[in-house]
């Protein structure tokens, strides 16, 4: 399988649930990065992870944890959520973090 | 702080027609990137523009780059529906670790038949 790959492609969990998206790349890229995309608001990057190191991030809540084992798959751990956080979560990766990024088809998040 | 602004941000547009979608950003870049979502889908990657002056072409769309005016438009030439999508633009700063994209809000395009 090529390019950029997400599961699961929709999701829908309760507050209490504790639950993990997948991201991975197929690309030889060295950096990946978690966004987040609803309706109220544009593109929201989340983390970005260049080398497995995690080099940013912009002051997400606690409720997301990311993981990155390796330069192929990135990990977003989910618990105690709320129904703001519904969105559409998309996982990106690049071969530099500031090159031409390839994004995978998303996971449509809902938190009941 | 960077930021990087499109305009506009919704646009109703009549097949047939040419209109330009205009990409300002704040600070010095030499990278930028034009991207396209479909509704309910993923990003999809249009133009890499990597030099002042640079011009690409795809179809109906060409992008541009003017690094000293830190603008970039994204024109499109006789639209059909198909084209109907959001279009974002991102910008490229920093050197080694503090590299990082900037996302526009992205430009609402619909196209009436």
């Known amino acids: 399988e090529t390019g950029v790959t997400q599961t699961p492609r929709h999701l829908v969990m309760g507050m209490t649930n504790k639950k993990s998206l997948k991201c991975e790349q197929h690309l030889g890229h060295n950096a990946m990065y978690w966004y987040k995309q609803s309706a109220k608001k544009p593109l929201e990057l989340m983390f970005v992870?260049?080398?497995?190191?995690?080099?940013e991030n912009n002051s997400v809540p606690s409720r997301f944890s990311p993981e990155c084992p390796n330069s192929s798959h990135l990990f977003l751990h989910l618990h105690t959520l709320q129904p703001e956080d519904s969105a559409l979560y998309l996982c990106?990766?690049?071969?530099?973090?500031?090159?031409?990024?390839?994004f995978g088809p998303g996971t449509r998040l809902t938190v009941t | 702080e960077l930021k990087v602004e499109q305009n506009p941000l919704f646009l109703s547009m009549q097949e047939g027609k040419n209109y330009t979608i205009y990409c300002n950003y704040s600070?010095?870049?030499?990278?930028l990137y034009w991207y396209r979502q479909d509704p309910g889908k993923s990003l999809e990657s249009l133009f890499v523009?990597?030099?002042?002056?640079a011009v690409k072409q795809e179809g109906r769309l060409m992008a541009s780059l003017d690094t000293k005016a830190r603008l970039s438009t994204l024109h499109i030439t006789a639209a059909v529906h198909d084209l109907s999508a959001t279009y974002f633009c991102?910008?490229?700063?920093?050197?080694?670790?503090?590299?990082?994209?900037?996302f526009g809000k992205g430009t609402r395009l619909h196209i009436l038949p």
């Open positions: 600070t010095t870049s030499d990278r």
């Open positions: 991102a910008v490229g700063v920093g050197r080694n670790r503090d590299d990082k994209i900037i």
């Open positions: 523009l990597l030099s002042n002056g």
């Open positions: 992870y260049s080398l497995e190191e995690r080099v």
């Open positions: 990106a990766s690049s071969h530099l973090t500031s090159g031409e990024q390839y």
